[in-house]
């Protein structure tokens, strides 16, 4: 699990934000929201994720569990 959670800080950090289309956006901000609130997680925890630096911290795995799981990159068990 740690692996595939350095793997999503690296590729969070690699998306150029500024080059996707807005519906697209819009859509990953909803998730994001949705996920921040549900989790209560710091925003600069998240911001560090991005930036490859990952903080054992148990409301951020609950953030990243929760973009996976409304992604549908997960289930309910946790298998990916």
């Known amino acids: 699990c740690t692996v ?4 999503l800080s690296t590729i969070l950090a690699k998306v150029d934000e500024t080059h ?4 697209l956006k819009k859509s990953l901000q ?4 949705t996920c921040t609130e549900k989790t209560e997680v710091q925003e600069a925890l998240i911001e560090q994720l991005k930036s490859g630096i990952f ?7 609950c953030y990243v569990k929760c973009l996976m799981m409304k992604a549908g990159a997960m ?3 946790g298998n990916i």
């Open 4 to 7: 595939f959670l350095l793997f």
């Open 55 to 61: 903080v054992e911290d148990s409301k951020l795995k």
């Open 75 to 77: 289930d309910c068990e």
């Open 30 to 33: 909803k998730l994001h929201d």
């Open 20 to 23: 996707l289309p807005n519906d």
